[in-house]
């Protein structure tokens, strides 16, 4: 009979079902492993666990490389720069706690650093999240939540930086650090900056990577829950949101989805044309729009002056070498400021807040007239992505791997 010939009902079951397991392994096999290698690519660039610049090397000094130790025992580094210049006592100025992105090292963030210290005369403290740089361990959500939360610990036990107006900046996971610690600290720090960020890792990881979608909820176990954090603000706490309009990482969306949940009425929304995930850092006005921002939320600013009809750029530092391409044209904001100092210092004393500004030409994205100082750091100015997509396809082959071997053993 024919029916002798052909495979049982129960045999095309089986095999049905063992091909759909075998599938659901190798991409829940995947997402897993993805999930330290590509949330937190701290080896990429090469080189990134070993070499990391200092602060130094852009003529940030005096400065600090300090050592942490974490509630749960892990040693992490970071770079302590006070603005100790011209006669300034560094608790007269406000201080930034620089939360970076998640490829690179802190070190990678040294030129954003420099604007902070060198023109707008901040306190910069600048974190090396555990498994990064020289830092112990290996990167977590967990972990470095802890991490972060120790750095402004120690912000707020330093001699000098103790009472200055504290304030939070983050770029894409960076962001959602600065948002957890904003969300626990609002008492404690005077404001929030955070650029191209995202609602949530759940939220974001199906958009760049679809075929995970199904695996999501049960496999994913880093959140970073930014969304949630970000309601829970005070409704009178002060948030600046920089979002790049061509993000081809973060959708969008995810930032103005944070706008909408933000519990703070107190939110400056800024949206820059031409900003890609990684160069929004750079586009015309970025530095000049914070300076005006943290001015107005400093007790001891001057009074911010009127913005001139034609802005030229502050100091704009450039494309880094990334995981991903990056557009390093520049471009005008698609928002004017709501009020702030013209970037051309408006001072009254040594207690005013103030921004130097720069030549557009010495800064500028095009390489005439550099030096080879600006150049490097151009090649370093990067906000860093969720990993190129050599790496997604080297750990998909790896997940793939394990699957076959694990199946051959059986």
Not at 167 to 185: C, D, K, T
Not at 260 to 271: I, L
Not at 325 to 340: F, I
Request: hydrophobic share 35%; charged share 20%; glycine share 8%.
């Amino acid at each position: 009979m024919l029916s002798a010939y052909l495979p049982s009902m129960r045999s095309v079951a089986k095999w049905l079902a063992g091909t759909l397991l075998v599938g659901l392994t190798a991409s829940g096999t995947a997402l897993y492993l993805l999930q330290s290698r590509l949330i937190y690519p701290a080896n990429l660039p090469p080189g990134s666990r070993t070499n990391v610049p200092r602060p130094d090397e852009f003529g940030m000094t005096p400065f600090d490389e300090i050592d942490l130790t974490a509630p749960d025992g892990v040693r992490i580094k970071a770079f302590v720069i006070p603005y100790a210049r011209d006669g300034v006592n560094p608790s007269d100025r406000p201080t930034v706690l620089l939360l970076h992105a998640n490829a690179g090292n802190v070190g990678h963030r040294l030129p954003i650093a420099r604007v902070f210290w060198r023109d707008m005369k901040c306190n910069v403290v600048a974190l090396s999240y555990r498994g990064y740089g020289h830092s112990e361990g290996s990167p977590s959500e967990k972990g470095i939540k802890l991490d972060a939360q120790t750095a402004l610990d120690y912000v707020l036990s330093h001699p000098d930086l103790e009472k200055t107006p504290i304030f939070l900046y983050g770029q894409s996971i960076g962001g959602a650090v600065a948002i957890h610690l904003a969300s626990r600290n609002a008492q404690r720090v005077r404001g929030l900056i955070i650029e191209n960020t995202f609602l949530s890792l759940p939220k974001l990881v199906p958009h760049i990577l679809p075929f995970v979608r199904p695996f999501v909820p049960f496999l994913l176990h880093q959140i970073w829950p930014s969304e949630t954090a970000i309601g829970s603000l005070p409704s009178d706490f002060p948030v600046l949101m920089l979002a790049g309009k061509k993000d081809e990482l973060i959708e969008p969306g995810q930032m103005k989805g944070l706008r909408r949940a933000c519990g703070s009425n107190e939110v400056t929304w800024r949206e820059f044309a031409e900003g890609t995930h990684n160069d929004t850092c750079i586009q015309r006005d970025y530095f000049r729009i914070i300076h005006a921002w943290i001015a107005s939320h400093t007790s001891a600013s001057s009074t911010p002056s009127d913005p001139p009809t034609s802005m030229s750029p502050a100091a704009r530092p450039a494309v880094a070498t990334s995981p991903l391409p990056q557009s390093p044209q520049p471009a005008s904001p698609t928002a004017s400021y709501d009020s702030g100092a013209d970037a051309s210092s408006t001072t009254s004393g040594d207690s005013s807040f103030e921004m130097v500004n720069r030549s557009t030409a010495s800064l500028s994205n095009s390489s005439g007239g550099m030096g080879s100082k600006e150049l490097e750091e151009q090649e370093m100015m990067s906000a860093g992505s969720l990993g190129p997509k050599e790496e997604v396809e080297e750990v998909l082959k790896e997940g793939r791997d394990t699957v076959r071997a694990t199946r051959e053993e059986l």
